[in-house]
């Protein structure tokens, strides 16, 4: 693996390798566990695939009771765990440890309610994001988070990373739409937060596990909010000859009072790539190009549209096109969505970043982005949430040529520093994992550091879940747990009070 | 007896590390607005952050505003509303409920209790609009987390861990959130005359319609008069808000007005009085009757409120209106409490919780005013408190006695 140092294997733990096989064989049944090593080698990454481990062993449950009783079992004798669902983590959340068991989530595949008139499902963690809009599309509902992944990626995953996807500032994160939690501790408790209720009792313990990358414990029942499906949506392709048009587009668009279904930008180098791919209709001539949709009533959206077009042309538009139909809609999407796969065609290889900037920022970010570019030799193309400011850049690099991954990954990592620079985030969606781990400290002090650790200490003591990810190091939580105070020494004797 | 009265940050983290030195619990209050709500504290020393204020970074385009913690609600909504714009999650204002003048409480104490309003159904409460702290733990120690973006995952969201925590984990010194743009026009739409249980299907169809109905309620005959000055007076009145830009909320009263046909004569309420109406409903205006009878409030399934009410009734005096479309439920006891009644009835129902936000000090010192957690549960909440504030100095015995 390049460059990245993962926690040293436990020899104990690798030596009791059979025991821990027959341990979980005897909790998990029939074919629920995997040793062989041909057959662990399709849990040997997640989709950050230029880093591979095979697992201790893979476990497969199929119930809580059977989670709950492995949990136990490896926090009794001491044995790593990683969490994965689908795995399809851009961030190395699943990728194994060698001496860690891998608990695949795959079998909690049912939908288990469907509740119309309070608007939930409760499903299993294995269900896919858009398995849940499939099995309530027919009454008119849909499950708004979308990250990219949705025909694959599964809920409790989306609960581990917080998935957004383009709809975000309209309709939130998963974050915002999850209800309820069924989980299992490290220790194999069994814990529910929330329900069918709307807001959660006590310590926000639902918004902590949201995006704890498998660190705190494993979601096995996820309650989630439906919505109606908006009657029309519409949208509209807006061409720039700067990205600074751009980007004051978007802000006089929200300072109207609009905010739009979906807002997305992409750079020059992006739009080539998808046009040369899709053949979208995308305007060559111009520096950025806007697709901006407008969904609700075909009232609303009609007036918005009109909004914004005008909106559009004051900023200094070259191109402004809007879909006269549901055809035209997704040919202006088919681009969007197929950048990932049209830079693929011109670069063997491409690493996609995740950064999150305020929305200002982006011509200074994009500015510097270039000087990068020319610093490292590599080509850089742009997709951008910039509704929310999450920005894609995919960095292109030929993994044949010695040394130009980790080029490249230098060069992902300096887009990132500048990212938190200008006041934004290492990651706006993909998760810290393994990928960003080491970066944590260009955004966080070690006292900002060590308080998240002890979240963790609270959930998981012994740090069995998902250790590597996340922190660039995990101090125990005995040491972390100290308080240094010195009875009659007060510290400030001179401080005024009142 | 000490009370601090910071005015920097680093006066804040002095306080608490003097009050850790001297292992002395302190009571963490902003404009002391909701003093009365939740366990009563027996401390000594008090934190008053109502001298460390002042908008901190307000970028309308960004959709974001910071404030320090003593901040003034009053303050920020002011200055939203100058542009257009307004925390979409409605904070609630407990002044009336609790006897106080209406219009106090700070932006901590926001966070802290969590605030929302009715529409919250779509829109989450405090939480889910809330992007980064700057927060001083019970170790006496600065941290931050989040951010000034909406869309962040990087390490674990303790914004989201302070909100609802009492000032029991540490004191926010300065929040962000997200705002959005404040609606440019809204109309209610009043069915008259339903029964409880039909008002719950009638707020069902219209919530589950394309309709984009904001908020949902129901005022059963004997609330229906306490708004509006007496405006609804004589008949149960189901509530929806619609909001949005002025074509699209005609459009979709037509539409609502043909699908709830059935239900009876529906009419509108718009604009300012619309206003006013969901404002009351949302601080509890009914039962703010200047008395310490017993309200709860109550968070379940909302199909299943009316069955919870239905059920209380036939044992005990209680006057009820629900939120939420029936998510949200305030009930006003006209003796005790109830509390066994009310917690059993709300597990049989569905599950929720139900907090005791009005009563005499000595029933709130007594009885546990937050919904009591299952054991895991409760130790798992014991646990962070420990770790963020392992001497159990600040607001100790606030959410749970001994915690």
């Not at chain 2, 601080?283 to 909302?302: I, K, Q």
Request: aromatic fraction near 6%; glycine fraction near 10%; hydrophobic fraction near 40%.
């Amino acid at each position: 693996m390049a460059g990245l140092l993962m926690p040293k294997a436990d020899n104990a733990t690798m030596s009791r390798r059979a025991e821990i096989v027959a341990a979980l064989q005897a909790i998990v049944p029939g074919e629920g566990v995997v040793d062989v090593t041909n057959e662990m080698r399709a849990f040997e990454s997640d989709a950050l695939t230029a880093y591979r481990q095979l697992p201790l062993v893979v476990v497969l449950p199929q119930t809580v009771a059977q989670v709950s009783r492995v949990l136990k079992y490896c926090y009794e004798n001491n044995v790593k765990v990683v969490p994965r669902g689908s795995g399809t983590s851009l961030s190395g959340g699943a990728l194994p440890l060698e001496d860690a068991v891998l608990l695949v989530l795959s079998r909690f595949n049912r939908i288990l309610e469907i509740d119309y008139p309070n608007r939930v499902a409760v499903v299993q963690p294995g269900v896919t994001n858009l398995g849940i809009t499939k099995a309530v599309e027919h009454e008119g509902f849909y499950y708004a988070p979308d990250p990219s992944s949705q025909i694959a990626c599964s809920i409790g995953g989306n609960v581990a990373e917080n998935s957004g996807g383009v709809h975000c500032l309209k309709y939130g994160l998963t974050a915002n739409n999850v209800l309820g939690l069924e989980m299992v501790l490290i220790t194999g408790e069994v814990v529910r937060l929330g329900g069918k209720h709307l807001d959660s009792e006590g310590y926000d313990l639902l918004g902590l596990m949201t995006g704890s990358e498998g660190l705190l414990g494993v979601v096995t029942e996820v309650t989630v909010r439906i919505l109606k499906k908006p009657t029309s949506a519409r949208a509209l392709m807006v061409g720039f000859p700067t990205s600074e048009e751009a980007g004051q587009c978007v802000a006089d668009v929200i300072a109207a009072g609009i905010i739009p279904g979906g807002m997305e930008m992409m750079d020059r180098p992006a739009i080539h790539a998808a046009e040369d791919f899709v053949h979208a209709g995308y305007p060559l001539d111009v520096e950025a190009l806007l697709i901006i949709e407008l969904d609700g009533p075909v009232v609303e959206v009609d007036h918005l549209i009109s909004m914004v077009e005008t909106i559009g042309r004051k900023n200094g538009a070259t191109t402004c096109v809007v879909s006269q139909s549901e055809e035209e809609r997704m040919a202006f999407w088919a681009g969007r969505k197929a950048a990932f796969p049209a830079v693929g065609r011109i670069s063997p290889d491409y690493l996609c970043m995740d950064g999150t900037i305020p929305r200002k920022e982006l011509p200074k970010v994009l500015a510097g982005m270039r000087e990068l570019s020319e610093k490292y030799g590599l080509r850089v193309a742009n997709v951008f949430h910039a509704g929310d400011g999450n920005l894609h850049p995919l960095i292109l690099y030929d993994a044949n040529i010695p040394e130009e991954l980790h080029k490249a990954e230098d060069f992902g990592a300096d887009i990132l520093r500048l990212c938190v620079k200008v006041g934004g985030v290492l990651t706006g969606e993909h998760g810290v994992g393994v990928e960003k781990r080491d970066l944590m400290p260009e955004m966080f002090n070690e006292t900002d550091l060590k308080q998240q650790i002890r979240v963790k200490c609270a959930f998981d003591d012994k740090h069995l879940l998902n250790p590597g990810k996340v922190f660039p190091q995990l101090h125990r939580c005995a040491e972390l747990g100290r308080m240094h105070v010195h009875h009659g020494q007060v510290p400030f004797p001179d401080i005024p009070r009142f | 007896m000490t009370t601090f009265n910071p005015h920097a940050e680093g006066e804040i983290v002095e306080a608490v590390q003097w009050a850790v030195a001297e292992q002395a619990p302190v009571e963490i209050v902003g404009q002391g607005s909701k003093r009365d709500l939740g366990r009563p504290l027996q401390t000594e020393h008090t934190i008053m952050l109502s001298g460390y204020s002042g908008v901190t970074l307000y970028e309308p385009d960004e959709l974001v505003l910071g404030a320090r913690a003593g901040t003034p609600i009053a303050e920020l909504e002011a200055l939203l509303a100058a542009n257009g714009q307004a925390f979409q999650f409605e904070p609630m204002d407990y002044g009336p409920l609790l006897g106080k003048l209406a219009g106090q409480g700070s932006l901590g104490g926001l966070l802290a209790t969590n605030l929302c309003g009715p529409r919250s159904l779509k829109s989450g409460s405090a939480r889910d609009h809330v992007l980064g702290v700057r927060v001083v733990s019970g170790r006496g120690e600065l941290f931050k987390s989040g951010g000034r973006v909406v869309k962040n995952v990087t390490g674990y969201d303790l914004s989201k861990g302070m909100a609802n925590s009492w000032g029991t984990l540490g004191i926010a010194t300065e929040i962000t959130f997200k705002v959005l743009p404040a609606p440019e026009t809204e109309t209610t739409l009043v069915i008259r005359g339903l029964a409880d249980d039909e008002a719950g299907r009638a707020m069902a169809i219209a919530m589950g319609s394309s309709g984009e109905v904001a908020s949902a309620a129901h005022l059963p005959i004997n609330v229906a008069g306490r708004v509006l000055d007496g405006a609804l007076n004589g008949e149960a009145s189901t509530v929806l808000r619609l909001e949005g830009f002025a074509p699209s909320v005609a459009d979709r009263v037509a539409m609502l007005k043909g699908l709830l046909a059935s239900a009876g004569t529906i009419d509108t309420i718009s604009g300012e009085r619309s206003r006013k109406l969901w404002q009351e409903i949302r601080d509890v205006v009914p039962f703010a009757d200047g008395t310490e009878r017993p309200v709860w409030r109550v968070s379940m399934v909302p199909m299943e409120a009316y069955k919870l009410v239905a059920s209380l009734r036939m044992g005990a005096a209680v006057d009820a209106y629900y939120d939420w479309q029936g998510g949200l439920v305030w009930l006003r006891m006209e003796g005790e409490p109830e509390a066994e009644a009310v917690r059993a009835l709300v597990r049989k129902y569905g599950g929720g919780h139900a907090t005791l936000v009005r009563a005499p000090t000595s029933i709130r010192a007594a009885l546990p005013v937050f919904e009591p957690q299952p054991a895991s549960l409760a130790a798992l909440s014991k646990r962070l408190k420990q770790q963020f504030d392992p001497s159990g100095i600040l607001n100790p015995g606030r959410m749970v006695a001994g915690v």
